[in-house]
């Protein structure tokens, strides 16, 4: 089930929410465990097996370590939890993948080749594992008590929210509110806002870019010219961040109106000026994630120079696997790992000594680049699509294929997603903090009532969407 589905939007959303604060509260984390069970299996019935067993052995074993005493004992079990979590991860996301790349090996040494079935790839498997690691691990480390309540681990490694789509939440982070939350109605209010601002990301810029994005990159190569790739590889740019940061607002904001408090995902990235900053700014949680449990056990920064960078690289090669199982992954992975360990030794300096518009061109010409990699599923599309790019190469498309592709409706689009990458309230902020000028008490008034006027048409504008059933993918499922 989809957030942005007739169903979610219309029935199970206005039950969930009806029935949660209706029913005691001793028995609303078995309701949200159930409805998030449910919506889960909605599209993955078969499949809502595995969550469970994810549910069944961390609990299982996180009880187990946490009676035995610290040392050997404690150690195993958690490397067995660590091993056993990345193994499911493993099955179902890179079997095919790993089997795929043996077989090339195998038919050079003219050996018989493997068979393996397809495995489906559950949905969110990459989301509720990391969540589950992520509480195995600190709970060996003390920093978190064990849950002793099978419903209440069950309900945040499920929580419906953030089950498909993310973002990543520590156990830490939400362990209080799982025991006892509070909401009133100016959380409720802002949970209600961040929602409509999220599916206003998703069904108003995200859809629109990723239809010309999708047209741009269906083309044969031969078709393709420089104007273009560069149209394509410029809105899939803005449409996997109006999608990505989208489906995280949305999830904040049911997450605040059910109680729950989740750390922000998405910090305006396209106005950063490095890719280290692109990477503080740029899925957050899972940025953290890495850092936090790969980087820093490895030895972080707190390492000789060629082994901090070895760290990065191993990170980031591994960061582009968890996205999805192709070697195009691993090179855009390669690529954001080569590029943070470039802005470690002298080049930083240079960086640092252009104008700040030409470092900001250098950081987002180095996303869009790796964007390819990251849109095109083999590597001969990709390097062939660059090089169009660089106009090396370029294809013979038919006459006004580009305005055909990019009517004036998708231009608005376009210019509209370029300005919301710019976080305009603290420009805002900023103005008001360095000038005298004082808003008249009507204009704030004003403000006010043009801020709920435009959240109610983006919401009716989406919802519209929703209900005619417009281009709506949900990338997602590649995770």
Known sequence: MLFTSTVFLFLFLPLVLLLHYALPANLRNLFLLLASLFFYAWGEVFYAGIILVSMGMNYTLARVMANLPAGGPRRTVLIIT?????????????????????????????????HLDTVHLPIGISFFTFQALSYVVDAYFGKVAVQRRFVDLGLYIALFPQLIAGPIVRYYDIAAEIVYRRVDLKRFAYGIRRF?????????????????????????P??????????????????????????????????????????????????ASSIREFWRRWHISLSTWFRDYLYIPMGGSHVS???TIANLWIVFLLCGLWHGSSWNFVIWGGLHGFFLSLERTRFE????????????????????????????????EALAFIAVMAGVREGQAPPLLTLE???IEHQLVFMGAILSCVSWSSIGGWIKGTTTFRWPLWMSVGGHVLDVTALMAILIFSIMNVAVGTYNPFIYFRF
């Open 82 to 114: 660590v091993t056993l979590n990345l193994g499911l991860l493993g099955w179902f996301k890179y079997a095919n993948f790993i089997v795929d790349n043996l077989n090339g090996l195998l038919h050079l040494c003219n050996v018989s080749l493997i």
């Open 196 to 220: 409509i601002i999220g599916i206003g990301k998703k069904m108003v810029l995200a859809n629109p870019m990723g239809e010309v994005a999708d047209t741009v990159f269906a083309l044969s």
């Open 222 to 271: 031969g078709e393709w010219t420089t104007p273009l790739a560069w149209l394509g590889i410029a809105c899939y740019t803005l449409q996997i961040y109006f999608d990505f940061s989208g489906y995280s607002d949305m999830a904040i904001g049911l997450g605040r109106m059910l109680g729950f408090t989740f750390k922000e995902n998405f910090r305006y990235p396209y106005t």
């Open 305 to 307: 120079p060629l082994r």
């Open 349 to 380: 300096q240079i960086r640092r000594w252009l104008w700040r518009p030409l470092q900001h061109a250098y950081a987002l010409l180095v996303v869009m680049l790796a964007w390819v990699f990251f849109r095109l599923e083999t590597l001969p």
């Open 405 to 407: 592709l990019f009517p």
